[in-house]
């Protein structure tokens, strides 16, 4: 068992930058594919990074956002840049022990751990 807790988000610029960070418990992280997800108000929680195999970003943050883990800190991260008012959500944090397919990666549902989530706002 895996517990998540986020940190990092709060208020910033357009065009700022913000570093989120997922701090994970047990010593098995390193095997665990970590996600990123947002949800916005009245929205749906959509997928915004993942590292399994490979790293995997959505259309709309590819080239800005950078997804990284230390595993000796059992820590995972999403480094945010050029931050647009349209990134405003609240960000959690997921993972699953093991490698995912790349179907897997982009469904939430496919997650087993999450955290409790961490509110990054982007004003115009």
């Known amino acids: 068992q895996v517990q998540l807790v986020e940190s990092g988000g709060g208020l910033v610029q357009a065009g700022g930058s913000l570093r989120l960070s997922c701090a994970a418990s047990?010593?098995?992280?390193?095997?665990?594919?970590m996600g990123w997800f947002r949800q916005a108000p009245g929205k749906e929680r959509e997928f915004v990074a993942a590292?399994?195999?490979?790293?995997h970003y959505a259309d709309s943050v590819k080239g800005r956002f950078t997804i990284s883990r230390d595993n000796a800190k059992n820590t995972a991260y999403l480094q945010m840049n050029s931050l647009k008012p349209e990134d405003t959500a609240v960000y959690y944090c997921a993972a699953r022990l093991g490698l995912m397919s790349d179907q897997s990666l982009y469904a939430a549902i496919s997650y087993d751990h999450w955290g409790q989530g961490t509110q990054v706002t982007v004003s115009s």
């Open positions: 047990g010593r098995t992280f390193g095997s665990y594919t």
């Open positions: 590292l399994s195999w490979g790293v």
